[in-house]
T-cell receptor, first 111, second 112 residues
Framework: GQQVMQIPQYQHVQEGEDFTTYCNSS?????IQWYKQRPGGHPVFLIQLVKSGEVKKQKRLTFQFGEAKKNSSLHITATQTTDVGTYFC???????????FGTGTSLTVIP | DSGVTQTPKHLITATGQRVTLRCSPR?????VYWYQQSLDQGLQFLIQYYNGEERAKGNILERFSAQQFPDLHSELNLSSLELGDSALYFCASSVDQGYTIYFGEGSWLTVV
C-alpha cells in the first residue's frame, strides 16, 4: 500500500545549526504538502510543491520536490527556538484523492 | 485561528460507549477531512467528504462513521469505544482537493 516515510524521527540541534527532514514515497506523487505542528497545537500548512524538481523558499526554510516526484525535503537554515515542533509531509499519489502523511520529524532546538 | 471549529475540545468516556465529534469547516470550504493522532500512530487520515459526499476513505475502523450535512458541517461518530481509541481527533477543511488544508484545534478523546 501507499506509504510515506519520513526521516529522521527526532532531531536535536543547537540554535544556529541547520536542520533537514526527508520524505520518501513508495509511489509517484502528484503533489506534496508540508505542515508544522507546534507542541500542543494543530498542524499548520506551510507549502505545497507540484512540479518535478521544484524548489521553494520561505525565509530560512527551503523546500524541494524530487525529480521523480517520489521524495521531498525541508531544510531550515540557522535554526531558531521558534522552529521547534514536528514537521510533517503529506503526499497525494497520482491515483486516488487522499493525502498520506509522513511519520513526522520532531525538531528540538537547544538555545 | 484557522477558521475550523471543533467541539468538544475534551471528552472523557468509558469503554463501550459512543461519542460524536462535531466540526464546522471554514466558510466556503466544501471538503472536510478527519484525522486521528495518537502517540504511537502519528497522524492517520480517516475519511474525507466533499459537498456532502464521501470522497476518500483511509484507515477508519468499522466502529467509526462520519457524515457531512447539507450545511457542510461534519460529525464523526465513534462507537463501542476501546482504550486504544484515546487520541486527538482533528477535523480539517479545504476548498477542494489539492488546496491548502486548514486544521481545527482538535478534540481530545480519553477512553477510560
Amino acid at each position: 500500500g501507499q506509504q510515506v516515510m519520513q526521516i529522521p524521527q527526532y532531531q536535536h540541534v543547537q540554535e544556529g545549526e541547520d536542520f533537514t527532514t526527508y520524505c520518501n514515497s513508495s509511489t509517484t506523487l502528484s503533489n506534496i504538502q508540508w505542515y508544522k505542528q507546534r507542541p500542543g497545537g494543530h498542524p499548520v500548512f506551510l507549502i505545497q510543491l507540484v512540479k518535478s524538481g521544484e524548489v521553494k523558499k520561505q525565509k530560512r526554510l527551503t523546500f524541494q520536490f524530487g525529480e521523480a516526484k517520489k521524495n521531498s525535503s525541508l531544510h531550515i537554515t540557522a535554526t531558531q527556538t521558534t522552529d521547534v515542533g514536528t514537521y510533517f509531509c503529506a503526499g497525494q499519489p497520482n491515483t486516488g484523492n487522499q493525502f498520506y502523511f509522513g511519520t513526522g520529524t520532531s525538531l528540538t532546538v537547544i538555545p | 485561528d484557522s477558521g475550523v471549529t471543533q467541539t468538544p475540545k475534551h471528552l472523557i468516556t468509558a469503554t463501550g460507549q459512543r461519542v460524536t465529534l462535531r466540526c464546522s469547516p471554514r466558510s466556503g470550504d466544501l471538503s472536510v477531512y478527519w484525522y486521528q493522532q495518537s502517540l504511537d500512530q502519528g497522524l492517520q487520515f480517516l475519511i474525507q467528504y466533499y459537498n456532502g459526499e464521501e470522497r476518500a476513505k483511509g484507515n477508519i475502523l468499522e466502529r467509526f462513521s462520519a457524515q457531512q450535512f447539507p450545511d457542510l458541517h461534519s460529525e464523526l461518530n465513534l462507537s463501542s469505544l476501546e482504550l486504544g481509541d484515546s487520541a486527538l481527533y482533528f477535523c480539517a477543511s479545504s476548498v477542494d482537493q489539492g488546496y491548502t488544508i486548514y486544521f481545527g484545534e482538535g478534540s481530545w478523546l480519553t477512553v477510560v
